[in-house]
């Protein structure tokens, strides 16, 4: 294809990755009031659980607006990513080689699983977190929470975990590239733990061991399966390199 036709291409990929998002979006408005009573269930917890006041407060005349509009947005992102993503991929799969599609499609099929059971934990802790962070305030004292403030904070927590999830198979592609060995996985394998370790207890309340444990267990065991994976992978490429020698010395 010459530059203008990739071009072409490349406007008609991202007018139906729009189209997608747009009507994601519209699904998003009327699902909005919905997802909104989902998130602020915890708000409304700390009031049997710190016999506190605790409300979610919208400063300004438009921002119950901007709010719905940004939960339409984000909704409709996650439900219009089936469409996006094959737009993205039907653009760029033409191009790579044999063994970059096998990467690539591994690299997805794998990395969209865990990166949703991320968000599914982080959906998990986030009551213990909102439960945490109000109880630093006086007992005498009531909750009244930033509406905008408070559904940028879930976002960023549930997302973060999220990628968390999804740092395992990066580092099988970096082993597949070839930058590290299983061996210096396996060496790490204390500091890893302790950052799990570290991660899970600020994502968690200190005092809720069992959801810290929860949350630091699937990781552990998503580092040790990626090292696996690895350990797999170098006695293989080390067998092929073995066989070349062999043919070269004859």
């Given at each position: 294809?010459?530059?203008?036709?990739?071009?072409?291409?490349?406007?008609?990929?991202?007018?139906?990755?729009?189209?997608?998002?747009l009507i994601g979006a519209?699904?998003?408005?009327?699902?909005?009031?919905?997802?909104?009573?989902?998130?602020?269930?915890?708000?409304?917890?700390?009031?049997?659980?710190?016999?506190?006041?605790?409300?979610?407060?919208?400063?300004?005349?438009?921002?119950?607006?901007?709010?719905?509009?940004?939960?339409?947005?984000?909704?409709?992102?996650?439900?219009?990513?089936?469409?996006?993503?094959?737009q993205v991929f039907a653009?760029?799969?033409?191009?790579?080689?044999?063994?970059?599609?096998?990467?690539?499609?591994?690299?997805?099929?794998?990395?969209?699983?865990?990166?949703?059971?991320?968000?599914?934990?982080?959906?998990?802790?986030?009551?213990?977190?909102?439960?945490?962070?109000?109880?630093?305030?006086?007992?005498?004292?009531?909750?009244?929470?930033?509406?905008?403030?408070?559904?940028?904070?879930?976002?960023?927590?549930?997302?973060?975990?999220?990628?968390?999830?999804?740092?395992?198979?990066?580092?099988?592609?970096?082993?597949?590239?070839?930058?590290?060995?299983?061996?210096?996985?396996?060496?790490?394998?204390?500091?890893?733990?302790?950052?799990?370790?570290?991660?899970?207890?600020?994502?968690?309340?200190?005092?809720d061991v069992v959801s810290?444990?929860?949350?630091?267990?699937?990781?552990?065991?998503?580092?040790?399966?990626?090292?696996?994976?690895?350990?797999?992978?170098?006695?293989?490429?080390?067998?092929?390199?073995?066989?070349?020698?062999?043919?070269?010395?004859?």
């Open positions: 294809m010459s530059l203008g036709q990739h071009l072409i291409e490349l406007r008609k990929r991202l007018y139906l990755a729009a189209a997608g998002l519209i699904a998003g408005w009327f699902l909005s009031d919905f997802v909104w009573d989902q998130l602020r269930e915890p708000i409304y917890a700390i009031i049997n659980a710190q016999h506190r006041n605790a409300q979610i407060n919208y400063p300004d005349i438009t921002s119950a607006f901007d709010l719905k509009l940004k939960i339409s947005l984000y909704v409709g992102l996650i439900v219009s990513s089936p469409v996006w993503l094959y653009f760029l799969v033409p191009g790579l080689t044999r063994t970059e599609k096998k990467y690539t499609f591994g690299f997805l099929f794998t990395a969209i699983p865990l990166f949703l059971a991320g968000c599914a934990a982080g959906w998990i802790v986030l009551p213990h977190v909102v439960e945490l962070m109000t109880s630093f305030a006086p007992t005498e004292d009531s909750a009244f929470i930033n509406a905008q403030g408070y559904f940028d904070f879930v976002l960023k927590l549930v997302v973060a975990i999220g990628i968390a999830f999804v740092l395992p198979v990066f580092i099988v592609l970096l082993n597949f590239a070839g930058v590290i060995s299983a061996t210096s996985i396996i060496k790490s394998w204390r500091i890893a733990i302790l950052v799990i370790v570290l991660f899970t207890a600020i994502a968690t309340p200190a005092a810290m444990f929860l949350l630091a267990i699937p990781m552990v065991m998503l580092y040790f399966a990626a090292y696996g994976i690895a350990w797999l992978h170098d006695r293989r490429v080390a067998r092929k390199v073995l066989a070349f020698e062999k043919e070269l010395a004859l």
